[in-house]
């Protein structure tokens, strides 16, 4: 069962607004990373910009969700799982599709001294499938 939208929010200390609970609802509901374009089209159309964008900043800053980063200038944002997981997607070079891939083996990284790892991310650029066929 899926946790409760609200319950997330208290649970990372947020207070409740009726656009923060459609914004985490979207995450919830969605298997893929999520543009700014999507909520203003889509997700909540009559919404302020300015709302999102700020709702979508303090999730991140919440560790709630997490940036992707992209070759095509496009911020992405994707449900965080678990704090201490290693973040892995491909991105089809070509069309910019991003998939989320399992990460099966962790890299071991030596930081410098007094360094504290927050997050990692692994990407994988090349051609999804329907690109590939393409050529």
Do not use: W
């Not at 919830?28 to 964008?53: A, G, Q, V």
């Not at 070759?71 to 070509?94: E, P």
Request: glycine share 2%; charged share 30%.
């Amino acid at each position: 069962m899926k946790e409760d939208v609200r319950t997330i929010l208290k649970k990372y200390r947020v207070n409740i607004t009726k656009t923060r609970l459609l914004v985490l609802e979207a995450f919830l509901e969605s298997s893929e990373p999520l543009t700014r374009k999507h909520f203003f089209n889509e997700t909540l159309p009559d919404m302020d910009r300015t709302s999102i964008f700020r709702t979508l900043n303090l999730f991140v800053e919440k560790n709630i969700i997490y940036r992707l980063p992209g070759t095509d200038g496009i911020r992405r944002y994707s449900l965080r799982q678990a704090t201490n997981v290693v973040h892995s997607n491909f991105i089809c070079s070509s069309c910019k599709k991003i998939i989320p891939l399992k990460t099966i083996m962790l890299p071991e990284v030596e930081l410098p001294d007094n360094y504290t790892q927050q997050n990692m991310e692994i990407v994988i650029d090349g051609l999804c499938d329907e690109c590939r066929n393409k050529q």
